[in-house]
């Protein structure tokens, strides 16, 4: 009975929680104000990233809701959101996020919950409305269709969609990009040759590619040879303007498919050096140059931060870091759970600086570096989202953290897209359990308040 009762208290605390939050916030922090508002329950046994996409008036949140089911909403700013289920439900895989865009019609096209599975496509019949989202069981071929893993989807230039998304398993995949034609509401294969060959030994872990503010798409990623994460190497770099032709940094063609040795190397770091896909990342500096991040083993074994830019057509790596006695040794496989640490893209300051910011366990650290010699000139603790977030975050998840004593991430991620009518950013935020190598916890802990908060410069 004492169960009984207490389960009951702990559902109408829910209740009550979910409506105190469906009001605003706001911050009263002179620099920042920030609106939130709840979404949905969702599920929160791991961690599984969901996507928000704003394009003018338009917003969306893809998710998976607290039974694992993906999960589509649509907003006009300002208005209430209208949601619709698709048919497609998530195992313990922390790889299987879901993404979405808008072609240049208004149709939204969403991908996901794929890691080496075969496709999860749904495609709006109408535009903007998401309850007239469909499978779509094919893209060009369904045979090369069953092992789809890391979807991502850009719009080139002509505001054409493209989706790019690795065929094959890890230390053994290919790289597909397709083009989606609006008129024949058809995709087709956007290069002849295959993008990318490992030849049988090795794969490619893609950042991007990603717009530069000179228009063109620039692609970093590094080489991994097996399912082990330990032995990724060789950061490479390669760029385009219409992301059909590629060259190197120095506008030298380069022929698909792209393999080992034919790849610009921007820093040659061994398998087990340190480095690991997913924490390489590019910016720009004044000139629009792009500048990369990545981190390594330093010669005494400890990790370090660095930054690369090319000087006199030659790729240049300066450490930024000067960590002693720290040493992230990571390996195995399936996900690894919360990274011990995580660069961020270069960011411009001012006319001679650019900055850094860098996830060092619990702490967010901003290195300043002089824009010339990319030398460190500070480092100084910061906040990586608006502080209020994790406030707003913390008070409406304070129940599902009281409800178990296993540990729970908080997570905050920035939506894609356009900014709020205000200039502001839209960052979504939730709580998990943390990854556990892909396979199931033992406790499946109570669903997560998804939180969206819009925030004010």
Same mark, same amino acid.
Do not use: C
């Given at each position: 009975?004492?169960?009984?009762?207490?389960?009951?208290?702990?559902?109408?605390?829910?209740?009550?929680?979910?409506?105190?939050?469906?009001?605003?916030?706001?911050?009263?922090?002179?620099?920042?104000?920030?609106?939130?508002?709840?979404?949905?329950?969702?599920?929160?046994?791991?961690?599984?990233?969901?996507?928000?996409?704003?394009?003018?008036?338009?917003?969306?949140?893809?998710?998976?809701?607290?039974?694992?089911?993906?999960?589509?909403?649509?907003?006009?700013?300002?208005?209430?959101?209208?949601?619709?289920?698709?048919?497609?439900?998530?195992?313990?895989?922390?790889?299987?996020?879901?993404?979405?865009?808008?072609?240049?019609?208004?149709?939204?096209?969403?991908?996901?919950?794929?890691?080496?599975?075969?496709?999860?496509?749904?495609?709006?019949?109408?535009?903007?409305?998401?309850?007239?989202?469909?499978?779509?069981?094919?893209?060009?071929?369904?045979?090369?269709?069953?092992?789809?893993?890391?979807?991502?989807?850009?719009?080139?230039?002509?505001?054409?969609?493209?989706?790019?998304?690795?065929?094959?398993?890890?230390?053994?995949?290919?790289?597909?990009?397709?083009?989606?034609?609006?008129?024949?509401?058809?995709?087709?294969?956007?290069?002849?040759?295959?993008?990318?060959?490992?030849?049988?030994?090795?794969?490619?872990?893609?950042? &991007?590619?990603?717009?530069?503010?000179?228009?063109?798409?620039?692609?970093?990623?590094?080489?991994?040879?097996?399912?082990?994460?330990?032995?990724?190497?060789?950061?490479?770099?390669?760029?385009?303007?219409?992301?059909?032709?590629?060259?190197?940094?120095?506008?030298?063609?380069?022929?698909?498919?792209?393999?080992?040795?034919?790849?610009?190397?921007?820093?040659?770091?061994?398998?087990?050096?340190?480095?690991?896909?997913?924490?390489?990342?590019?910016?720009?500096?004044? &000139?629009?140059?792009?500048?990369?991040?990545?981190?390594?083993?330093?010669?005494?074994?400890?990790?370090?931060?660095?930054?690369?830019?090319?000087?006199?057509?030659?790729?240049?790596?300066?450490?930024?870091?000067?960590?002693?006695?720290?040493?992230?040794?990571?390996?195995?496989?399936?996900?690894?759970?919360?990274?011990?640490?995580?660069?961020?893209?270069?960011?411009?300051?001012?006319?001679?600086?650019?900055?850094?910011?860098?996830?060092?366990?619990?702490?967010?650290?901003?290195?300043?570096?002089?824009?010339?010699?990319?030398?460190?000139?500070?480092?100084?603790?910061?906040?990586?989202?608006?502080?209020?977030?994790?406030?707003?975050?913390?008070?409406?998840?304070?129940?599902?953290?009281?409800?178990?004593?296993?540990?729970?991430?908080?997570?905050?991620?920035?939506?894609? &897209?356009?900014?709020?009518?205000?200039?502001?950013?839209?960052?979504?935020?939730?709580?998990?359990?943390?990854?556990?190598?892909?396979?199931?916890?033992?406790?499946?802990?109570?669903?997560?308040?998804?939180?969206?908060?819009?925030?004010?410069?």
């Amino acid at each position: 009975m004492k169960l009984i009762n207490a389960l009951m208290t702990f559902h109408i605390l829910v209740a009550i929680s979910l409506w105190l939050l469906s009001s605003t916030f706001e911050s009263h922090a002179s620099e920042q104000i920030v609106h939130s508002e709840a979404i949905d329950n969702v599920w929160s046994a791991h961690r599984i990233k969901p996507f928000l996409l704003t394009r003018g008036e338009h917003q969306f949140v893809a998710y998976f809701d607290a039974n694992r089911q993906m999960t589509v909403a649509h907003r006009m700013l300002g208005k209430p959101w209208r949601f619709y289920k698709v048919d497609s439900y998530l195992g313990w895989d922390s790889h299987n996020y879901v993404t979405m865009e808008l072609d240049k019609t208004g149709h939204l096209h969403v991908l996901g919950n794929m890691h080496s599975d075969p496709i999860e496509y749904f495609r709006t019949t109408e535009p903007f409305q998401v309850r007239s989202l469909q499978r779509v069981n094919k893209m060009v071929d369904k045979i090369v269709e069953k092992r789809m893993t890391y979807p991502v989807l850009i719009l080139n230039k002509e505001n054409e969609l493209i989706v790019k998304y690795r065929d094959g398993g890890s230390g053994n995949g290919n790289e597909i990009y397709n083009i989606y034609d609006t008129k024949s509401k058809r995709w087709s294969k956007l290069h002849q040759n295959q993008f990318l060959d490992g030849e049988g030994k090795m794969s490619g872990y893609f950042e &991007g590619p990603i717009k530069g503010p000179e228009g063109n798409f620039h692609l970093i990623w590094v080489w991994r040879n097996t399912p082990n994460s330990a032995t990724n190497h060789s950061l490479s770099y390669a760029k385009s303007k219409d992301l059909v032709n590629w060259t190197d940094s120095n506008d030298q063609p380069i022929s698909l498919p792209i393999t080992l040795d034919k790849t610009e190397i921007v820093a040659p770091v061994p398998p087990f050096g340190g480095m690991i896909n997913g924490n390489v990342k590019i910016g720009f500096d004044q &000139g629009g140059n792009p500048v990369v991040t990545y981190h390594k083993y330093d010669e005494d074994g400890n990790t370090q931060i660095y930054v690369a830019r090319k000087q006199n057509k030659i790729w240049k790596s300066h450490q930024i870091s000067q960590w002693q006695d720290f040493r992230w040794d990571f390996g195995g496989h399936g996900s690894l759970g919360k990274f011990l640490v995580k660069p961020y893209a270069v960011q411009i300051v001012d006319d001679k600086k650019l900055s850094v910011k860098v996830r060092k366990k619990d702490d967010i650290l901003r290195f300043v570096l002089d824009s010339e010699t990319l030398q460190t000139l500070s480092v100084e603790k910061v906040n990586l989202y608006p502080p209020r977030i994790s406030e707003i975050s913390q008070v409406s998840n304070r129940l599902l953290e009281n409800s178990t004593d296993l540990p729970l991430e908080q997570h905050v991620l920035k939506g894609v &897209g356009d900014s709020s009518p205000s200039g502001g950013s839209y960052y979504l935020s939730w709580v998990s359990q943390p990854g556990n190598r892909d396979r199931a916890h033992v406790f499946i802990s109570s669903p997560s308040v998804l939180l969206l908060h819009e925030s004010k410069e």
